[in-house]
């Protein structure tokens, strides 16, 4: 666990269809089990939702089909744990059925000082800068994982772009 630091996530996919519509509605069946193992998850902190309990009815762009999601980890290992070796897996497996293909980085991971709730905007920003210039410290993917600030070590796999080493 990284003292003094939690992992925040971000995901998003753009619906093949709106809810409702018998393609989506295996995902939208399967929002609340999904959720409700996420929360007792090891590591689980955090995740974006409304009053029904998910995320899915907060309206983030123009495009009604988009879907957003966020949640905050203790660390990359606890998150990585809940979205491939859990129940999550089986239905995050039929992402294709339910999601078009999306163009550009659709998850990106960074780390926060313990405590904080990251926004909507924070990691939108987040995903700009991964498309932009590649894993870095600041916006990274599970294959190119940053060890948190001030912990060393170096990222799994892959060479950052320059100018993310050099902008926190």
Known sequence: MAQGWHLAQINIGRLVAPR???????????LDRVNALADQSPGFIWRLQDESGNAMGISYSPDPLLAVNMSVWEDADSLFEFV?????????AKRREYFERFEGAYQALWWIPAGTVPTVSDGLSRLWLLDRFGPCPQAFSFKARFPAPGEAGVPVDHQPDPWCMGNA
């Not at 409702?20 to 399967?30: E, H, I, L, S, T």
């Open 20 to 30: 409702g519509d018998p393609r989506v509605q295996p995902f939208f069946d399967a």
């Open 84 to 92: 491939y070796r859990s129940a999550h897996t089986p239905v995050m």
